[in-house]
């Protein structure tokens, strides 16, 4: 077994929870659940994220230790970025890409079940990456909506239809609301949705995770619906210059249909 040592002192430790947005009790109790990694997960993808994805678990660990002065097993660090599939660059660059892969270990039943109508907020959210065209050029819209409402509850747009959009967009949502426990989570068998590290977040909240049946779109009609409503009120009623200016009217939409447009909750 791995274990994670930390020397730290009470000023350290304060520090430490503010960047994990949580006291120091919730940081005590959730490393003794199932999942104990989320927390240390966040930290390790920050250091991550500010070397743009070139460092490995060793320059990691030194970067935790200077920025936030824990001291990581250097065992933990390696063992938590490969289970978020946090790669080096160096490393996507040598090692064939298997990200795009389904795990089929990981594909889930479906728990929805087309009931798409539900009794109060954060029961059943729907989530789908669907692209956005303009000439010649591309981006992707990874988008999670509540089905009691309708409304978005996280979004996020990128160049690349990768693991990374989603979770991008998981943890906006995670971010934004924190009492999900119990919720189910549907989405079709995707290569994002099947993989470990969408896994690990949601078992760490206790989200439970629902796919459609492959090759069965109306499992998915919530986000199908909302996919036509959303290209029919930008892409066919605007005269869009550019693929930036695409995505600059998906962000104002979506800013407009949370805010203001009326919704159907009887919507399937």
């Not at 009470?10 to 919730?26: F, G, M, P, Q």
């Not at 460092?55 to 920025?67: H, N, P, S, V």
């Not at 669907?130 to 988008?143: D, E």
């Not at 509540?146 to 998981?170: M, Q």
Request: one cysteine or more.
């Amino acid at each position: 077994m791995t274990f994670i040592t930390i020397h730290i002192n009470e000023y350290k430790l304060s520090n430490l929870c503010a960047a994990l947005a949580v006291s120091r009790r919730t940081y005590y109790r959730y490393r003794d659940q199932e999942d104990p990694d989320y927390y240390e997960y966040l930290l390790i993808k920050d250091i991550f994220d500010e070397s743009k994805g070139t460092y490995g678990y060793r320059r990691i660990e030194e970067g935790l230790k200077i920025k936030y002065g824990v001291i990581f097993n250097h065992k933990k660090v390696a063992r938590v970025m490969r289970k978020y599939n946090l790669k080096p660059e160096y490393i996507r660059r040598i090692r064939p890409n298997t990200s795009a892969k389904r795990l089929e270990e990981n594909v889930q039943p479906n728990l929805v079940k087309r009931r798409f109508r539900t009794k109060g907020l954060n029961r059943i959210w729907c989530t789908d990456v669907t692209y956005l065209i303009f000439g010649n050029k591309r981006a992707y819209l990874s988008t999670i909506i509540d089905l009691y409402d309708r409304h978005v509850v996280a979004y996020a747009i990128s160049k690349r239809n990768d693991i990374e959009l989603v979770i991008d967009t998981l943890n906006k949502a995670l971010e934004t609301e924190k009492d999900v426990h119990g919720l189910i989570i549907h989405s079709d068998q995707g290569f994002q949705y099947t993989s470990n590290e969408y896994k690990a977040i949601c078992a760490s909240k206790g989200i439970a995770i629902s796919m459609s049946r492959k090759g069965t779109p109306i499992d998915d009609s919530p986000m199908e619906s909302w996919h036509g409503i959303l290209k029919k009120e930008t892409l066919y009623n605007n005269n869009i210059a550019s693929l930036e200016h695409y995505i600059q009217l998906i962000e104002e939409w979506i800013a407009f249909y949370n805010s203001t447009r009326l919704k159907n909750r009887n919507l399937n």
